[in-house]
């Protein structure tokens, strides 16, 4: 599936997947409001204490938060189906190209900062795996990579919607790693898992090095070989 119906088939895939994640959101924010009501009237009775009110509470809070998340998630994939409609009729370019084209976008933006001499100096956070961004940012290289679907190869809605979530990842990923390498306050706004990642990533200092040297060479040829 390479067509121009890709991008397309992927966000319809995404709506299906975010409605169910907001059905669950939803039953799970029930359940906490029923358990916090319960806990309540446990309270009133004296057989809870004050220490699993508050509990009931923050799990209720972070249940509602979760819902309201979920919901928005299904509008913006009711959004990205609109734009993804209208870019059947409009397009020259195929959606994986697009997105190929992004992808690349950001690792010339990225290689820059490796191999300019001016950049590296004034800016060299920007390839010091040690530096919290910059480590989650190389970390979704890595993942961006390995979801990029290969030339000419088969590929479905799924492995599509994979990779454009990788790609708009690794977009978000190099602006806070840019942002904070130019010395702005950027706050965590990444998965926790990701800084788990990231952390380990940052003491392989030695497989990092390698690693990026790899990346950088397979980018090289990639451009060349165009």
Do not use: C
Request: aromatic share 4%; charged share 30%; glycine share 4%.
């Amino acid at each position: 599936m390479n067509g121009r119906r890709l991008g397309y088939d992927a966000a319809r895939l995404e709506l299906r997947q975010a409605q169910k994640d907001a059905r669950d959101a939803a039953v799970a924010a029930r359940v906490a409001r029923a358990e916090a009501a319960r806990v309540n009237a446990q309270r009133a009775a004296s057989q809870a204490d004050a220490a699993a009110v508050t509990a009931s509470r923050r799990a209720l809070r972070e249940a509602q938060l979760a819902s309201r998340a979920a919901a928005a998630q299904v509008r913006a994939a009711r959004a990205r189906i609109s734009a993804e409609r209208m870019a059947l009729g409009t397009g020259s370019v195929l959606p994986l190209e697009r997105l190929r084209t992004r992808h690349e976008s950001v690792l010339a933006r990225w290689i820059a900062y490796e191999t300019d001499p001016g950049l590296a100096v004034a800016y060299p956070a920007m390839s010091d795996a040690r530096q919290p961004h910059t480590a989650a940012f190389l970390v979704i290289v890595e993942r961006a990579r390995e979801q990029r679907p290969p030339e000419g190869g088969r590929v479905t809605a799924s492995d599509y919607s994979q990779y454009r979530q990788s790609v708009d990842d690794l977009e978000h990923a190099f602006d806070l790693a840019e942002r904070s390498a130019r010395g702005e306050r950027v706050q965590q706004e990444l998965p926790d898992a990701l800084w788990e990642a990231a952390r380990g990533f940052a003491e392989r200092s030695t497989d990092m090095l390698n690693r990026t040297a790899e990346l950088l060479g397979e980018w090289t040829s990639r451009r060349r070989e165009r």
